[in-house]
Structure formats: C-alpha cells, structure tokens
C-alpha cells in the first residue's frame, strides 16, 4: 500500500544548481503522471524551497549543502529539502508572508516574503521542521488533489 | 538555466527582451540591468516576457524593486507579453493589482 520510490540528491547551496534540481523534478514529476500544469507549480514551490536555505540564513551560499529527498508513491510526491545550515525564527517570518495587499503603500512593499507564501499555495501540504541542525521544508503534492480538502492548505510547523 | 537580457533603447523608451529562467541565480543579472533604465526621469521601460519559461518569488522581487525605482523617478515601467504561467505568479501574490502587466495575446491559429 504505502510503496514507495526514494531518489535523494545532495547539491552545494550555490544558486546555478537550482535548476538542475527543477529538472530533476519534471522527469520524476511527469513519471507519476501530474499534469503539465501541476509540474510547473511543483517546480516553483522547491526552487523556493532551495533558495530559502541559499538566501535566508539557513547555509551560507557556497558553503554546506542542500539536501534534496523525493519520496514517489502511487497517489503523491512527497519532496524533501533539508539544509544543514542554522535555524530562522519561523513565526516571525511566518508574520511576515501572504499576498499584497491593496492597503499596503508602495514603500512597504516587501521585495522578499513571497517565497514561503506561494509553496503554502502551490503545494497540497507543507511542514517546516526548524531544528538546531538546520531546517526542512517537507512538501506533499497528490495527483489530482486526492485526499485533500481545500481548508487544508496550511503550514505546519515544529521546533 | 540561464537568463538572456536583451536591451534596445529607443527614443525615451528602453525596451527589455528577456529570454530564459528567472530565478534565484539569474535574478540578480536581472536585476542590475532593469534597475539603471528605471532612473530614467520620463523613461518607459517595457520588459517582453514572452519568452521567460519560468519564473518565482526571486522574479517577483525584481519587478517589485523596478517598480519602487520607477515611481521614485517617475518613469514607467510594464510587463508585456506574459505567459499563463508567468502570470499567474503575479496573480497569485496579488502584484498584478499594482503592476502593469499585459498577458500574451492568445490568437487562435
């Protein structure tokens, strides 16, 4: 019943190996049978994924590595991205992310921000574990949104 | 996965025709060549995204910070040619309330 396929992938956290990791992705992507819609969005939530841990603290570019983990079942992709870089303050990011607003004014607008937001909105389900040895970012797509309701779509978080 | 900018500059006009990916590595190019021709006093800078095949937040980011330099020295700055997938980056964050956007003209052939 719960077979299941492990194709894991370490990369630097240097910033031009993001795409080779979205290629990756399509190839086992479209071997479970998603939709060239739903790749494109699976694509967009792990390059965020992957350029959290390069930008915002986790490692430090260029040095450590990212650890890429693809758990392919019969109804799901289930996508692992874990650092070994240190941990960030989650809920105040957390605080931080969500669509523009029209109240916002112009000089508010945030250039960062978005990147946790659309993984919460593209992905089915999203854990964030922030522990001391780094943080992981596990992310659940089902083929053709079995066994989700749309209230589900939230982050959850440990520490 | 790379990022191609190419710049025409016209008469008060610069005209920006992307080509490629934007994201985490090829964002930062852009960014430095987007930002100057929006300090442009009375420039209008209009960004072809026809043919970008992907986009995220990092893309966003640019565009948000052209935007900024854009009002502060009052030229203009739009997006034309869009694709659906491109848009909808922009469309799910809720940007394309403030941006000038103009998705791909989808002509039946």
Do not use: C, W
């Amino acid at each position: 019943m719960s077979n299941v396929d492990l194709i894991e992938m370490k990369i630097p956290a240097k910033a031009e190996y993001v795409g080779v990791i979205r290629l990756t992705l399509s190839g086992i992507a479209n071997r479970i049978g998603f939709s060239y819609e739903e790749i494109e969005d699976i694509k967009v939530a792990i390059s965020e994924a992957i350029t959290n841990s390069i930008t915002h603290g986790g490692v430090k570019e260029g040095e450590g590595e990212i650890t890429i983990s693809f758990g392919v079942y019969e109804d799901r992709l289930e996508v692992m991205v874990a650092d070994d870089g240190e941990s960030f303050q989650l809920n105040e990011v957390k605080s931080k992310i969500g669509p523009y607003k029209k109240s916002e004014s112009m000089e508010d607008l945030r250039e960062g921000g978005f990147g946790l937001f659309l993984i919460e909105v593209l992905m089915d389900k999203v854990q964030i574990n922030n522990g001391l040895d780094g943080v992981t970012v596990l992310m659940t797509k089902y083929l053709n949104g079995v066994g989700v309701d749309l209230d589900d779509d939230q982050v959850s978080s440990q520490s | 996965m790379e990022l191609n900018i190419d710049i025409v500059e016209e008469r008060n006009k610069s005209v920006v025709r992307l080509s490629g990916e934007i994201d985490v590595y090829t964002a930062p190019q852009l960014k430095e060549k987007l930002l100057p021709l929006t300090k442009m006093t009375g420039n209008e800078v209009e960004v072809d995204m026809e043919f970008v095949s992907y986009m995220d937040s990092t893309g966003l980011g640019v565009f948000i910070s052209a935007l900024k330099s854009s009002n502060e020295n009052s030229s203009k700055l739009k997006m034309i040619n869009l694709s659906d997938r491109v848009y909808r980056v922009f469309n799910i964050t809720g940007l394309h309330e403030i941006m000038d956007l103009e998705r791909i003209n989808k002509v039946e052939r």
